[in-house]
């Protein structure tokens, strides 16, 4: 991706582990800006990672890539298609 965006920011879910963890170290390693979007529990509850997602979303990004996970993973990818952003999908299951 940075070949391509040499002037990409890293926006991300703040995760302590996970593919969030590791970009976020790949990101510091190599001087690239990130953005962290922590849920906000106390405010939303369960809800929060979904939330959250929005909010990352909220920023326009001009696509993102999708690993393995949750059902919040897969909100966030149908979100971003909805939104006609480019999905690159690395959950085994197909994608862009």
Same mark, same amino acid.
């Given at each position: 991706?940075?070949?391509?965006?040499?002037?990409?920011?890293?926006?991300?879910?703040?995760?302590?582990?996970?593919?969030?963890?590791?970009?976020? $170290?790949?990101?510091?390693?190599?001087?690239?800006?990130?953005?962290?979007?922590?849920?906000?529990?106390?405010?939303?509850?369960?809800?929060?990672?979904?939330? $959250?997602?929005?909010?990352?979303?909220?920023?326009?990004?001009?696509?993102?890539?999708?690993?393995?996970?949750?059902?919040?993973?897969d909100n966030l990818?149908?979100?971003?298609?909805?939104?006609?952003?480019?999905?690159?999908? $690395?959950?085994?299951?197909?994608?862009?």
């Open positions: 991706m940075r070949a391509k965006y040499p002037d990409m920011v890293l926006l991300h879910g703040k995760s302590p582990r996970g593919a969030e963890f590791i970009a976020s $170290r790949w990101a510091d390693h190599r001087k690239v800006p990130q953005v962290g979007f922590a849920p906000d529990w106390t405010k939303h509850a369960k809800a929060a990672p979904f939330k $959250r997602n929005d909010a990352i979303l909220d920023t326009m990004p001009l696509g993102v890539i999708v690993f393995p996970g949750t059902g919040i993973q990818a149908d979100k971003a298609r909805k939104l006609g952003l480019r999905v690159f999908d $690395r959950r085994g299951r197909g994608g862009a």
